[in-house]
């Protein structure tokens, strides 16, 4: 049930949007014949401003919303069960979402839990995540409200990660927090992304943010997908709107980017 | 704290403790056995007190059962909602109230027919049993002055029937409303006063008939100031208003248990007259004695209270 | 003084008639509970019913008591037995609380957290029982603990339409204007509606989540 990275045919995209719209029912475009691959083991940056339908169409993928034209394929056999699909996707959002009154080692075992993991098995599971996302073991019997923000976003990430899911959807999530943390968050995340390989779908507005952490950048605007292209590309884009971004953000790439200024 | 911590042992204690005191509850409030204490109820006006009284006491004095008061409880269904309920073993009621508050049936004439009826339905429908009337039908009274019906020589409400265009009446709100009230009496007497009736409180209608303010009021056969105030009933010939006995009704399951209760109180089958309850209400509403003195004297008077050894007649020439 | 040699001669009666108050408060409240707390997840779920359902409910709780137990008089079935009337229109006044504060408890329940639980692939039963629940549980307890209160009150009137209870001591006092009557029902009924406030209070303060 949870998809093995080991046994896929490669060239199989993780996720394929076809010819998606999405309306609401009041008749307002969100989403507009979007067409995606999203490649497995990539971390593929949605980029835009708000409005522009990127949060939408992370949540089509786990079908917490359901597309008015279209189809989303997710690699694995789901069929109809749409629980199934869930427990083998992760999802991480700006507002974390942790159970409050959930211990940090319960909250992170959610998944495991439902799926009827042994408790030893939990058990290991969340000290190993812990350690993977940078935080100490004693915090497993604290509560969320004891926690700072970076280290509830550090918990929401090893809960994403409990089952072992192939696929990540994360929808900006270190967006809510101080830039210092989130300079530590996105380069921790790198390295936890160079371990795990796992097919990452990431909404962000930040130019800085997509070009650190993407393999490859979506730009949508208006619930159109305007341009794909890795970071390099995109830096020296022609499209106008690839354009804006890199002048509005310009500021910001003469600091850290990892892959460099002009 | 932990909520869930908190929530899975605080909530065995609180289940725990609730079904604990929920079974307590429920098995006290489905119990309706007072064991050895007999409950007698009674509505809230004085004849219904003074009946209770004499139940009590006549219980009191022939059996061993200890009696417990719940008098002034505010009504007929109230009564009975609460017999059926067993908190009370015993109330006094009226025939005619049973046969149309309770029964809801329409009210007849004949005195036995209706207790029989009432009695049968009792025991049949609620599991309660009727014990012998008391003796007095507090029915409807038409009374007008004392000296209007020596003078006139008027003794049914036939006869009077003719002078009613001359006269003024008064009554009571509920006499007024009830369909087996004036509107039944005027068509059964054809009677016509001069002017609508006077419609006032009950308490007020025996001295407004004295103060010559009505001519004829509507009140209750054995009104204490009846004889006090020199009023006089008229005769219901043509048997309009139906019979009210008195009579003390009781849980059967209570009998079952204490049989003895049936003789005790059917001692008191038919020793109270009209009159004589006129003067037992009289006694404590006119003359404000207690009610347990007015209750203890009528029974030592009729020799109620001596043992059941002898015949009645023989005990009341005792004295 | 009077009153405590008072209750000291009668306690039987007074404690017999405080369980049957008890009574008609437990039964009532439980069955709005059984009533009002599914129903109240219902309308957090459908937010169109939430309107129809709370406004009914809202109705209810405008008539007044005594009204109600008069409507409910004349009814075939349920105005046989003074107790049924009564615990059926003490159920009515309960739930207006109770639905009104599950609903508000629920819809209360952190949007991320109900969206991340859904997202992880909680089902709607899981959803409910592990999350929605035991976060909007010192809520709804809060409108169980309105729903008491209300309630033993209005039991005192029930004794009006013969159901029992602490009322007919008051009733009965009134009648013979004996005031140790009246306080022998009437301060067994304050008690009992101060000591369901502060235990369901207490409760309730211990279930609040963080």
């Not at chain 1, 719209?21 to 969100?30: D, R």
């Not at chain 1, 949060?55 to 199934?84: S, W, Y």
Request: net charge neutral; glycine share 8%.
């Amino acid at each position: 049930m949870l998809a093995d990275v080991a046994h896929d045919t490669n060239n199989d995209p993780a996720i394929e949007f076809r010819h998606v719209s999405y309306e609401l029912p009041s008749g307002q475009v969100i989403l507009e014949d979007f067409n995606l691959q999203v490649r497995r083991g990539e971390i593929l940056v949605l980029l835009g401003r708000s409005g522009s339908g990127k949060t939408t169409t992370l949540k089509l993928v786990n079908r917490l919303l359901a597309p008015t034209r279209g189809e989303i394929q997710v690699a694995g056999d789901f069929g109809d069960d749409v629980i199934r699909l869930r427990r083998s996707i992760g999802y991480v959002i700006q507002e974390v979402g942790l159970f409050p009154h959930f211990t940090v080692e319960r909250n992170i075992g959610v998944v495991p839990r439902i799926e009827g993991w042994p408790k030893e098995r939990m058990h290991a599971r969340t000290r190993e995540l812990l350690q993977m996302v940078g935080l100490d073991a004693a915090l497993a019997s604290r509560y969320p409200h004891q926690l700072s923000g970076g280290q509830r976003q550090r918990v929401g990430v090893a809960r994403a990660l409990a089952a072992d899911p192939a696929i990540l959807l994360m929808d900006e999530p270190f967006g809510a927090l101080d830039p210092l943390t989130r300079d530590e968050l996105q380069r921790e995340f790198i390295a936890l992304q160079q371990r795990l390989h796992k097919t990452v779908l990431f909404v962000t507005h930040d130019l800085n943010e997509a070009l650190r952490l993407g393999s490859r950048i979506a730009l949508m605007e208006a619930g159109k997908l305007i341009t794909v292209l890795p970071p390099e590309e995109f830096l020296r884009s022609d499209d106008a709107l690839a354009a804006a971004y890199v002048r509005a953000f310009a500021s910001g790439l003469n600091s850290s980017g990892k892959r460099g200024a002009s | 704290m932990t909520l869930r911590r908190i929530t899975a042992r605080q909530m065995r204690q609180f289940v725990t403790l609730f079904i604990a005191s929920s079974t307590l509850v429920l098995s006290s409030a489905c119990s309706s056995s007072h064991s050895d204490r007999i409950v007698i109820g009674s509505k809230n006006f004085t004849e219904s007190l003074i009946l209770g009284e004499l139940m009590a006491q006549q219980i009191v004095a022939h059996t061993n059962l200890r009696v417990e008061r719940r008098f002034y409880l505010a009504g007929t269904y109230i009564c009975h909602q609460a017999i059926l309920g067993g908190r009370i073993d015993i109330y006094p009621e009226y025939t005619g109230t049973a046969l149309t508050a309770i029964l809801k049936q329409r009210p007849g004439a004949d005195r036995k027919q209706i207790y029989e009826y009432v009695k049968g339905e009792y025991e049949k429908r609620f599991d309660l049993t009727l014990l012998p009337p008391l003796g007095f039908n507090n029915t409807f009274a038409m009374e007008i002055r004392g000296e209007d019906a020596r003078r006139l020589q008027l003794k049914m409400l036939s006869q009077a029937a003719r002078y009613a265009p001359q006269w003024r009446a008064g009554f009571g709100y509920e006499f007024m409303e009830r369909p087996d009230g004036y509107q039944g009496l005027a068509a059964a007497y054809g009677l016509r006063f001069a002017s609508s009736p006077r419609v006032m409180d009950l308490g007020l209608l025996a001295r407004a008939l004295k103060d010559r303010q009505i001519d004829m009021a509507a009140g209750n056969a054995t009104d204490g100031l009846i004889p006090a105030l020199d009023l006089f009933v008229l005769d219901d010939d043509r048997h309009y208003f139906p019979p009210y006995e008195a009579v003390p009704v009781v849980r059967s399951e209570t009998l079952r248990r204490h049989p003895e209760l049936a003789d005790a109180l059917a001692r008191l089958g038919g020793k109270i007259s009209d009159g004589e309850m006129q003067q037992l209400n009289y006694d404590v509403d006119g003359s404000h004695r207690d009610v347990k003195d007015v209750a203890h004297d009528f029974l030592k008077k009729k020799g109620l209270l001596e043992p059941a050894s002898s015949t009645p007649a023989a005990g009341n020439l005792a004295q | 003084m009077n009153l405590l040699h008072f209750l000291l001669q009668n306690h039987q009666e007074v404690l017999e008639l405080t369980l049957e108050h008890l009574w008609l408060v437990a039964a009532s409240t439980l069955i709005a509970v059984l009533l009002g707390v599914p129903l109240g997840i219902l309308i957090a779920h459908r937010p169109p019913f939430s309107k129809p359902v709370l406004t009914g409910a809202n109705i209810i709780q405008t008539v007044p008591s005594l009204a109600l137990f008069g409507f409910l008089l004349p009814v075939p079935w349920l105005g046989d037995r003074a107790e049924r009337l009564a615990i059926l229109a003490l159920t009515l006044y309960a739930l207006l609380p109770v639905v009104r504060n599950t609903y508000t408890g629920i819809r209360g329940v952190d949007p991320a957290v109900v969206e991340a639980g859904r997202a992880m692939g909680l089902t709607p039963r899981q959803l409910l029982t592990q999350v929605e629940l035991p976060l909007a549980v010192s809520v709804i307890l809060s409108g169980i603990r309105v729903a008491v209160v209300i309630s033993v009150g209005l039991a005192t009137i029930a004794a009006a339409v013969g159901a029992g209870g602490l009322g007919e001591l008051i009733f009965r006092g009134l009648a013979m204007v004996n005031n140790q009557l009246i306080l022998a029902g009437a301060i067994p009924a304050a008690l009992l509606a101060l000591l369901a406030d502060f235990g369901i209070g207490l409760l309730e303060r211990r279930l609040r989540p963080r």
